[in-house]
């Protein structure tokens, strides 16, 4: 039609990626799954190729999927595509001014990330609270193993999640927040961003929150901020009461040089102790759920690869010898167990996509980027793409045996942690804590599925979310294993 024609026209004198015709108003939103966005998206770029456009609404975004087009993006041109978009919900009681995920790479973000990266993810601070992880995973065990006594199910993902929240507030706060609100706020605002907002696709109508979104994430935020708010109000008391310190983001607060030189204080667009409420926040809410769908897919693939399993026990008995607990030194010695969470990571990568803003004009592969362009990385075709992986739909940890790629960023084909200067900020805590709850559940357990899954077989369906999880959680059966307790 001339309308394509135009369009087509129109994209080559600029040096546009490739795309399908936008429908008026719609754009393309009617191609795009919205239960499987990363599949219709990469399913598009079969055709379109690995940097296309998209037209969701009105808002035009650049798709990436291909490992030379992230290498381009992660690397080359970091600098210039490291913002976020302005996605509406995230405005909700202003959470966009404050918040390490969303925030524009600049002084407060750059203050932020620094400050979670010497307090919490420095090797020293890591190591310092690895018998506190020590403690939360022993306390999974002897869950798990009241499960076995019973002989009831245990939810896996369930299981593992609590023990993340567990770890993570009490490295943030020092308080187990598992039975707290904050549950329920990280489950709903995870649904939340995850759903399509008609607001980010019409900018025009924004204001007007059709859905209630912006409404709904501040209430989540605000409800966010009043449990941490308490828990900062009852350590000050504690302090003046005479308690010692713990030594936590809610202490350091008060000696870190990075505040005594107010370089947060003036940024932070609010007080300084919000800085400390919202970098603890985002890092429970980016932490929980993205680690333990990572366990859940991993045993899911396990209990339906014998071989997997059997190989990853023997690895297991033969680092440890003697010993019956496992230690995070233990890790760099179980590379069959690190092939099988990069196997998980990759086929079932907990963020499926990642979204940037280019904040100067660039070149991608000779097509013009403009400045304001959206950005889409579909980690989930990247980790899916024939031409890089062999049989890219089988679980086949053995890929990785002897083969040079992990995901702290240099190897553009596995991405699950996102890349360049906005890569996962708690890529090294979860390193630990993924492979330590993995590990000690094959450890002291041996698993199968209860009666009626075996016969039906597991439901590998998708779930997506800010996450993708499994649409029907996984249930299996723990019994001890002959290691010692
Ligand atoms: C298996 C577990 C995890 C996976 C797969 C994962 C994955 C990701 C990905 C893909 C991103 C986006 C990166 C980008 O845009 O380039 C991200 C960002 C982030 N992650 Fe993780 N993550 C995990 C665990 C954690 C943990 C345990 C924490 C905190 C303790 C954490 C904190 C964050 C934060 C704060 C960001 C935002 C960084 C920024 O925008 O500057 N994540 N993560």
Request: glycine content about 6%.
């Amino acid at each position: 039609s001339l309308y394509t024609a135009m369009h087509r026209i129109a994209a080559a004198r600029r040096r546009l990626p490739p795309g399908p015709t936008p429908l008026p108003l719609v754009g393309n939103l009617l191609s795009i799954s919205r239960s499987s966005p990363h599949r219709s998206l990469a399913r598009l770029a079969e055709r379109y190729g690995p940097l296309m456009r998209v037209r969701l609404g009105v808002v035009e975004y650049v798709v990436a999927s291909s490992p030379a087009i992230a290498d381009d993006i992660y690397h080359r041109h970091n600098a210039h595509l490291a913002s976020r978009p302005l996605f509406d919900a995230w405005w909700g009681e202003k959470h966009r001014l404050n918040s390490v995920i969303a925030l524009p790479p600049h002084d407060v973000w750059r203050a932020q990330r620094r400050l979670a990266m010497e307090e919490v993810m420095s090797p020293r601070r890591l190591d310092a609270l690895a018998p506190l992880r020590r403690e939360k995973v022993r306390e999974l065990v002897r869950r798990v193993a009241g499960h076995a006594a019973r002989g009831e199910p245990v939810e896996v993902g369930r299981a593992a999640f609590k023990t993340f929240l567990s770890i993570l507030s009490s490295t943030m706060v020092s308080v187990d927040l598992v039975d707290s609100d904050l549950r329920d706020v990280v489950r709903e605002a995870a649904i939340l961003a995850a759903t399509p907002n008609i607001s980010d696709f019409f900018p025009a109508i924004a204001a007007a929150d059709v859905q209630g979104f912006r409404r709904r994430m501040g209430e989540l935020v605000a409800r966010g901020y009043g449990i941490f708010e308490e828990l900062l109000a009852r350590r000050k008391g504690g302090r003046e009461a005479g308690e010692p310190r713990k030594d936590d983001l809610l202490d350091v607060k008060e000696s870190n040089p990075v505040l005594d030189r107010n370089a947060i204080k003036g940024l932070i667009t609010s007080t300084d102790e919000l800085a400390f409420i919202n970098i603890s926040k985002d890092l429970m809410v980016a932490g929980t759920d993205t680690s333990s769908t990572t366990i859940e897919w991993a045993m899911a693939e396990l209990l339906q690869n014998s071989e997997s399993m059997q190989k990853v026990k023997d690895e297991l008995r033969r680092v440890l010898g003697t010993r019956t607990q496992i230690e995070e030194s233990d890790i760099s010695h179980l590379t069959y167990l690190q092939a099988i969470i990069k196997e998980t990571l990759r086929l079932h990568s907990s963020v499926l996509i990642s979204y940037y803003t280019a904040e100067a004009t660039v070149e991608l592969q000779g097509y013009t980027i403009s400045k304001g362009t959206n950005i889409i990385v579909n980690m989930w075709a990247i980790h899916h793409q024939p031409d890089v992986w062999v049989d890219p739909e089988k679980f086949m940890p053995e890929r990785f045996i002897g083969k040079d790629a992990n995901f702290f960023g240099k190897h553009p084909e596995l991405i699950p942690f996102g890349g360049g200067r906005r890569i996962c900020l708690g890529l090294q805590l979860a390193y630990r804590m993924v492979h330590m709850v993995f590990a000690s559940l094959l450890f002291h357990f041996d698993w199968k599925l209860p009666e009626g899954a075996k016969k039906d077989g597991i439901d590998m369906r998708e779930k997506f979310g800010l996450v993708l999880s499994m649409a029907t959680p996984l249930k299996a059966l723990a019994t001890k294993s002959c290691n010692h307790m």
